[in-house]
């Protein structure tokens, strides 16, 4: 029987069917068949290749400079990082909306509605396949920049481990949890072009912080989350160059930055749930 017999024959709407949710991997595997063979990756690939060849352009000029307090590898990998506040919004932003331009215009909106995935399942799936893609654009150079700092000879402070770890997951952590809020908003939003702006905006202000010395207030929102995260401490030697070290404990920057991950992957999602129920 329809819900429209049902609604005149009792007087009440028929309940909604309750939507299936598979699991993650499930979910990225049909958001991944979905994206197979379009413009999707090669968008990816060269985030990738842009973000690498920035980091490699940067860690050329300082292999090459003359001056031994310069050649620091933490230094080297902290001009890395900075890049996460500034492009993981604006990739994000692209990447995100791309995703959802492809679903929408293919009319697969409809078709995993069809199969009972509801928007929140739709949106995990789409979180694991764009959010890990913006951040390998950033994991990768954070991982390969100290290790070659380290086999040219630079100095390395501290424990090497941490040094190639702590920035790369904690700059990782960072572009996934942007990429959940820029996730949020290219599903809500139909103009792409106002979550692109949003992005643009987030990275210019996340980007400001460590120059305002205001790096707390990344707390605030995703995109400063890796200012207020951040693995480095700022120092001047005594021939008066900048130089960077790691934090006294590192590791407690990966573990603030998954929880922020985890606090900013759970209000979008209860957004894109609201915006579900209300439908």
Do not use: H
Request: hydrophobic content about 55%; glycine content about 10%; charged content about 10%.
């Amino acid at each position: 029987m329809s819900g429209a017999a049902v609604f005149a024959a009792t007087g009440r709407r028929p309940p909604r069917p309750r939507a299936k949710t598979g699991s993650p991997f499930t979910l990225a595997r049909l958001e991944l068949l979905k994206v197979r063979g379009s413009s999707f990756w090669w968008m990816l690939l060269g985030m990738m290749l842009l973000v690498s060849a920035w980091a490699g352009m940067a860690f050329m000029k300082r292999a090459g400079s003359p001056v031994p307090a310069l050649r620091s590898a933490a230094l080297a990998d902290g001009e890395v990082y900075q890049v996460v506040s500034l492009l993981a919004p604006i990739l994000a932003a692209l990447l995100t909306s791309r995703i959802a331009v492809l679903e929408t215009s293919e009319r697969m909106n409809l078709t995993w509605l069809s199969f009972g995935q509801s928007d929140a399942a739709r949106f995990v799936g789409k979180l694991i396949v764009a959010g890990t893609g913006v951040g390998l654009c950033f994991l990768i150079p954070l991982l390969w920049v100290p290790i070659a700092a380290k086999a040219l000879g630079f100095t390395v402070a501290g424990s090497f481990a941490a040094l190639v770890w702590v920035p790369a997951l904690t700059g990782f952590l960072s572009a996934t949890a942007t990429s959940a809020v820029q996730l949020m908003f290219s599903m809500m939003i139909d103009k792409q072009a106002i979550g692109l702006g949003l992005g643009v905006i987030a990275g210019v202000l996340g980007s400001g912080l460590g120059a305002m010395n205001r790096p707390a207030l990344g707390w605030l929102f995703p995109a400063g989350l890796s200012s207020a995260a951040s693995p480095f401490v700022r120092s001047v030697d005594a021939g008066g160059n900048a130089t960077m070290l790691l934090a006294a404990r590192p590791w407690m920057a990966v573990a603030s930055a998954a929880m922020a991950f985890l606090g900013w992957t759970l209000v979008s999602m209860v957004v894109v749930k609201v915006k579900e129920s209300r439908r």
